[in-house]
């Protein structure tokens, strides 16, 4: 890890789901995370810089939720929004994914499809 780790937008959209069987692009998260040179998550660079690990809840283009992306005692990752672990959302697989341009992640499972990329963007892939 460099002093000043390589952070990007990597977007999460809900998956294939029976309430869902196309998944839904407008509920997801936004989350801006450090990626190391094989586009991994940065694990030493959440530790050190951790004030930078945002996440952003989201339903049909609107903020629900802000907050930071944290790792448990027992090393899962998991997106905190509130003081306490009342609200916390535990069950993304984040250490698992290498995250590309042009992909995007439907959910922590298998659910993936082809998308277009902007700017900076990275979706897991």
């Known amino acids: 890890m460099s ?8 977007r999460l959209e809900l998956a294939r789901e ?9 509920f997801g998260y936004d989350l801006v995370i450090p990626l190391d040179s094989d586009q991994k998550l940065d694990k030493a660079a ?8 945002r996440v952003r809840r989201f339903r049909n283009d609107a903020t629900e939720a802000v907050g930071r992306l944290a790792q448990s005692d027992d ?19 984040l250490d698992d994914e290498r995250f590309r341009a042009g992909r995007i992640y439907l959910d922590p499972g298998c659910g993936r499809r082809s998308a277009h990329l902007q700017g900076d963007d990275v979706f897991a892939g």
């Open 3 to 10: 002093a000043q780790a390589a952070f990007h937008h990597v």
């Open 46 to 53: 959440c530790r050190t810089q951790a004030e930078h690990c």
């Open 75 to 93: 090393g899962r990752w998991f997106f905190d929004f509130e003081p306490g672990e009342a609200d916390d959302e535990f069950g993304f697989r």
């Open 18 to 26: 029976p309430d869902h069987p196309a998944g839904d692009s407008g």
